[in-house]
């Protein structure tokens, strides 16, 4: 990796200025809108767990929909080869204007598909499948949009530019779960849960028809243009990637060095966190939203100032002590989180404790519904309602209840979990703000978006997108509530080994070649 200092920044002229900043709209709105269509599902899982798989097992169901949400992110590398190789053989521009069509369509069409109940296992091989192109879409987009800005910033202001596109990852997030709130409080619980719920998926259509309105009228990126013009593409950007022993050297360098544990960094302290409040604290899921929309709209910024201030003090340091902060403070948090949520050591106002029960007919039997409500002295409300059918042929087996548990935290336990939340986002934009600038700098332009993509999506895609899954999954298996935490801190730790030793802190110009 070449290590040699900038030249004396030149200031940018005002049409550059307004250049760049039309660069990054364009590219940032359509990567935006690519993340809100691959998180849509992921912020819906537990609904969704109810609508395309058996409900026999509601844990069973909501790993599976976990699973299928990981499913996404595995073929996220195959996605960056395919879309990579593309990039690098006829442009930035039109790769990922064609990424988009794929993202949207996918997510448009699972807003549509029937649930189990309609047409049975059919469903969820065909969301599986709609997801699969989901991921496929996304392997291809990042690299390109990250490409693309940072071959139109100058080199001393690669990672404040840069930055921008990473903010669009969180903002995707952000603007989902907006969506979602919106249309749940427009409804009412009970429409939404029905088919309102499509609603966020089929808007995606409305915002890939903007977005590709904007990218169709971006220019192709001034350094793919030069070697072009030149004849200095390359015809096998694939084997040039990683057949090549000194290019696959910084490839690898780049997956075990930093994008491994930014990607499990960047999903503990948002999905896993969203997943962890309601599943594992109870947390009403309207309150549970809340909570992550506010914490990221505080902290988003960041991805910005980190992304500054690496252009000033070298990308390394910010990433690297990201990750260490993660490591030994995730313990911690997560227990401190826990123990906002624990009923036992609350006090119950018993005299405002109510139990009702009603007797509805459905199909097969009668359904008896209880609910419990509880109000504790912090001002917290609980309340846990249980299904139960009573099957009309007394021969049949009996359904095992559904429970669903909602817990409203105080006022100050509400504040307390976002200030929780929030200081996981602030490690996700240390070790994410700068990270776009430090992929394109150690890869040459006529093979970059293959080379870059292929680290940054096996590291977020693979490490980090199936830690939801994961951490879940030890979570259930183990019964302790903090075994998920040991697979972002096992691999946190390890790329903060490897990226200490052998990742220089001094800004590379590989983007200027």
Not at 342 to 364: C, F, H, Y
Request: hydrophobic fraction near 50%; aromatic fraction near 12%; include cysteine.
């Amino acid at each position: 990796m070449a290590t040699t200092a900038d030249p004396t920044p030149v200031a940018m002229t005002t049409e550059e200025k307004k250049t760049i900043r039309a660069v990054i709209l364009a590219s940032s709105v359509g990567t935006l809108i690519e993340w809100y269509d691959f998180y849509i599902f992921g912020a819906l899982a537990s609904i969704i767990s109810t609508k395309f798989f058996p409900d026999v097992n509601p844990t069973a169901a909501y790993l599976s929909v976990l699973a299928t949400f990981a499913a996404g992110f595995v073929v996220r590398p195959f996605g960056a080869l395919v879309f990579g190789r593309l990039g690098d053989l006829v442009g930035r521009k039109y790769t990922f204007l064609l990424t988009l069509v794929i993202m949207g369509g996918s997510t448009f069409a699972i807003g549509l598909v029937p649930g189990y109940a309609s047409i049975g296992a059919a469903a969820p091989i065909l969301v599986l499948l709609l997801r699969l192109l989901q991921g496929l879409a996304l392997g291809g987009e990042y690299g390109g949009a990250a490409t693309y800005v940072a071959e139109h910033s100058p080199a001393h202001r690669r990672g404040y530019y840069t930055s921008w596109i990473q903010t669009t990852a969180t903002l995707g997030l952000f603007l989902a779960l907006g969506v979602i709130l919106a249309t749940r409080n427009a409804m009412g619980l009970e429409q939404f849960s029905d088919w309102g719920w499509r609603i966020p998926f089929l808007i995606s259509a409305l915002l890939i028809g903007i977005s590709i309105y904007i990218r169709l009228r971006m220019n192709e990126s001034p350094l793919f243009r030069k070697i072009k013009s030149e004849g200095k593409t390359s015809t096998n950007p694939l084997k040039e990637s990683f057949a090549n022993r000194v290019n696959m050297k910084m490839v690898l360098l780049a997956l075990f060095g930093a994008t491994m544990g930014q990607g499990v960094v960047w999903y503990t302290g948002q999905f896993y966190a969203l997943s962890f409040i309601e599943k594992t604290c109870n947390i009403e899921f309207v309150e549970a939203r809340n909570i992550i929309l506010i914490a990221l709209a505080v902290t988003t910024p960041l991805f910005i100032f980190f992304g500054w201030l690496s252009d000033k003090i070298g990308r390394k340091a910010i990433m690297m002590l990201g990750m260490f902060l993660a490591i030994v403070t995730y313990r911690p948090i997560y227990q401190a989180m826990y123990r906002l949520a624990d009923l036992s050591a609350k006090q119950e106002i018993t005299a405002q404790t109510s139990n009702t029960v009603s007797n509805a007919r459905v199909e097969g039997g009668n359904q008896i519904t209880t609910v419990v409500s509880k109000v504790f002295s912090d001002g917290a409300r609980y309340k846990e309602t249980t299904k139960v059918i009573q099957p009309t042929n007394v021969s049949a087996p009996v359904p095992k209840p559904v429970v669903l548990k909602e817990l409203n935290l105080s006022k100050t336990g509400f504040w307390m979990m976002i200030l929780l939340i929030g200081i996981q986002v602030v490690y996700v934009t240390m070790v994410y703000g700068p990270i776009a600038a430090f992929l394109v700098e150690i890869f040459p332009t006529r093979i970059r978006y293959s080379s870059m993509s292929l680290p940054y999506h096996i590291g977020n895609g693979i490490f980090g997108g199936l830690t939801p899954y994961i951490a879940t999954r030890l979570t259930t298996h183990l019964g302790d509530p903090y075994a998920g935490l040991w697979w972002p801190i096992v691999i946190a730790g390890l790329c903060l080994f490897i990226g200490m030793i052998y990742i220089s802190n001094k800004v590379d110009q590989n983007v200027a070649d």
